[in-house]
Every structure is written in structure tokens, then in C-alpha cells.
């Protein structure tokens, strides 16, 4: 007999909750506890994971299983090419274990949320009982509703609802504990199940050699790593996040997103590290760690956003107006933006960082984003789509979220009319220029205020010398023709 707990964006011991009910009733029962990892290639390919991000997710696998075989027990892992076939192949194994219980955290997109339906099904068919925890999101989704029991779809009410709810029910800040050890036995009676080998990634998934040492020293996998991080990240930048959050060259933000998109680091931990730092105030004063926390809960509320309105899934804007608006498709723009050579020095900087880093800062995520739907037109799609294909911490809600804000097409938008200028942007964001020069070693040698635009500012020649474009668009026409499409999609 055996309790299993069914790991999948929750790639973690400590502050789990399903693990913790889990590791709870298999203490009660005095049975053992099977983790259980099922790979899709499936999957990965319909939610467009990126190499990056699926060799993060192995990398992670492997630490988690060693660290549960210190407990003795065994983490069980296997690839399943159709995806539908998952919920079936659980059960079959519950079966083959003699396992009565199954524990698992529920993810809220679409796909599998079927999933879980299906699964819950089977279940309850083949007298197996499946406990389903909440544990992604600080506040769960649903808990937080307007005076009027309407859903939020602004942030400012929302997280003013979120702080509230959260000081009135400060069990959600609980911290879960991690699974104690299986009985003594459990080597002996399932030790074919703790040599396990991590699955491959499949075939289009693949890294080369040189980028996978690359991702390795970047981003080294693991709780433990991220745990480390997020203290050194409070400690050594927490109070000065506010004002140093946006300046794109350097390190002012955690890096932690890899680790919260595969489960790693629980948004429940980090909040209550950041309120402990802050002498264990959620909101008082308005410091770096309190804005930090704020960021965090950004990641709840898209989360609640896609709980709410599901249909964000199917490739739709959030408000049906914006599916009005005429978009752009020339194929040459978008792969100039995709090569980092639109000749707008910000924006290139940013999109070399991401195929480089397969990440990018937040500010220039905005820039970014609002370039290739304001500036060049091109259906937004098309950005979040390749965001997804290249980013380590792709996760479809933040980056949903993040495209409809920088389109301004999403939930709690950008006003259509408020188009982010790339140049100032640039001038304001990286004033020295430091990034530019990092990312578009072309424009290593242009001097001081050049390098936000060259040609516009006495170093064209050094800029062509090297290769580097001139801007493929010019920002105030292209503005004024982004304002004209919003405007008339917004008026049929
Ligand atoms: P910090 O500044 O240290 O913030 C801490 C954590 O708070 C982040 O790790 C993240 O989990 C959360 N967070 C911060 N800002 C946001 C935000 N605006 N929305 C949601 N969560 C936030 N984030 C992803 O995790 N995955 C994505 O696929 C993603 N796509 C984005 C696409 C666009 C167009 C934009 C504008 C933003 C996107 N973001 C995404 C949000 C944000 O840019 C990243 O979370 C952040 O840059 C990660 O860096 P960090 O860990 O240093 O963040």
C-alpha cells in the first residue's frame, strides 16, 4: 500500500501543500509515500515551452530526487507522449502501487483543468481518492471579489483586496512542512522504483552542448538554490528595490522567475521572507520589499485573471472590442525584432538579452512588447508566442498578462494611447547606456548620449561600420498610425 503525490509545477519539498497532505496521511496510515513525475512531449509542444525551460524543469527533477531519496522515497518519473493519456496511466499506476490515495495541487489553465476533470473521474471509478490542494497562488483564486461580487480586472483594487484578505486570514501565510521519511522498509519493498532516470527532453526540445552549460551556470537548478537566492536577493537588494527595479543594466531584481514557473520557490515562501524582512509588515511603509511583494502578487493576479475569464486561453484578447483591430503579419519586421536588429538600440539590447539569457527584465519585456504591437503593428500573438518559445520562466498567465498590457489589449491595460517612446524609454532606463553596450557590441565604442539612437546623434558611421541597422520605422509616424487603428477598431 501507498499514498502518491503526482508532481508537476510544484517542483519542491518545502511548503508544498499537496506534498504536505500527502506526506500527512501516508504518516497516519503508516505507508509509504511515491512521488511521481509524468513528462509530456505532448505538452511541451502545444504550450510552446521553450529548450530552455524544459531542460530547467530536468535539471530540477534531478535535485528533487535526490533530495526525496534522502527520505527514502522514491520519485517514480516516465514519459507519455499523448498527453490524454496521462489521467489513465496515473491510475494505472495506483493500481499497480496498491495505492488508495492520490495527492496532487491544481494548475488552473485550461488544458488541464480537463485534465484534472478527467482524473478526478477515473478516480473516483476505480474507488481511488484524489485530494486536489490550491497551493500556486498566495490567495486562491476565486477568494477575492469587489463590494459589488464582481471579479477585479485592475490590479490596484485587486491587490489592495489581496493585502486585506491576507491580514484577515493569515493561515494562507502558513508555511507547509516538508515530508518526513518513509517507514524503513520502503527501500527494500520498492527499490525498483528509486532508480529512476530523469526522462530526455524530447526532440524539439533540445539545447545545444554550449547552451546547456550556459543555462546550467545561470540558472543552477533546485530548491536550495532558489532559497539561497531569495535571501541574498532581500538581503543585498530588498530595501532598495523600489527605486532600482527598473534600471535595466546590472542586477536589481531576484532573477527568481525560472524557479516560481517550474515550482521550485513557493510565492507563499517568498512573500512571507520579504514581510519578514520588513519587521513582518505585509504593506508598512513603502519600501523596497513591500513593492517587491507587490510583484509577487502580480503573479497571483493573472493567475485569478485566467481562472475568471478561462477564454484568455484560446488565444483571445480579454475584451472582445480589441479583436477588432487590424494587425500587421510582414514576417521581415518580426524577424528583425526576433534578431534584435530594428535598429532601436533598447529594444535590440532586450531581445539579445533573451535569446542569450532566455530571459529579459521586466522593463524592457514592456518596451518590447509595446514595440512590436505599437511600432511595427504586428498582431501581439505573434510576441507572446515567441516569449513563450525562448523564455526559461515562460508561464501563460504573467506572459498573457504582460503581452495584453503592452499591447494594450489585456486586462487592466495600458491605455491604447499611451505609447511607450523606445528613445526614452532607453534615456531613462539605461541613462549610461551600459546595457546597450552589454547586448549590441556594435554600439560598444558610440559615445555617452549616441547611443540611445546613433544615427540620429553623430555616430552613424561607427554604427554602419559595425553592422548595425538603421531603424527599421520611425517612431512618431508609426504612433500615430498604432493611434488610428485603436481608434477605429474601438469605434466600430
Ligand atoms: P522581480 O522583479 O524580482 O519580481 C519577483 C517575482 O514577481 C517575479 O519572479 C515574478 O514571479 C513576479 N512578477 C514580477 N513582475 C510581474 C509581472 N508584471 N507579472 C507577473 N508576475 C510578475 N513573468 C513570468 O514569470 N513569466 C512570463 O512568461 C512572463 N512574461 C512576460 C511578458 C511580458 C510582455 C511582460 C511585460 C512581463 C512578463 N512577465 C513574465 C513578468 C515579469 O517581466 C517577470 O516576472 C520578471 O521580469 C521576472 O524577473 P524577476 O524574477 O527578477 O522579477
Redesign the pocket.
Known sequence: KAVVHWFKSDLRLHDNRALHVASQLARDHKIPLIALYILSPEDFTAHLASPARVDFTLRTLKRLQTDLAELDIPLYMESQEKRKAIPGRIVELCQQWNAKHLCANIEYEVDELRREAKLVRLCAANDIDLALSHDTCVVTPGALSSQQGKQYAVYTPWFRSWLAFLKENPDYLEISEEPGSNPGDARRTLSELFDCKIPAAPGNKQLSDEEKKRFEQMYPAGEHEAFQRLEK?LEKKGRE?DKM?SVVAGEH?????PY??SGALS?RT?VVTAKRANRNFLDRDNNGYVT?IS??A??D??KHVLVNWPFICMNKCFKPEHTNIEWEYDLNLFRAWCDGKTGFPIVDAAMRQLKHSA????RT??VV?SFLTKDLLLDWRR?ERY??EN?I???FA??H???G??SSTGVDPQPYFRVFNPLRQSERFDPDGEYIRHWVPELRDVKDKAIHEPYNRGAGQIAKKNGYPEPIVEHSEMRNRALERFKRALQR
Open positions: 536577493f528595490y527595479r531584481t531576484s532573477a527568481l522567475s516560481f514557473a510565492a517568498a517587491w510583484e509577487v502580480w503573479r493576479f493573472y530571459w529579459m527584465h521586466n519585456r514592456m512588447s510576441g516569449f513563450m523564455l520562466d515562460g508561464d504573467s506572459n498578462g504582460g503581452w498590457f503592452g
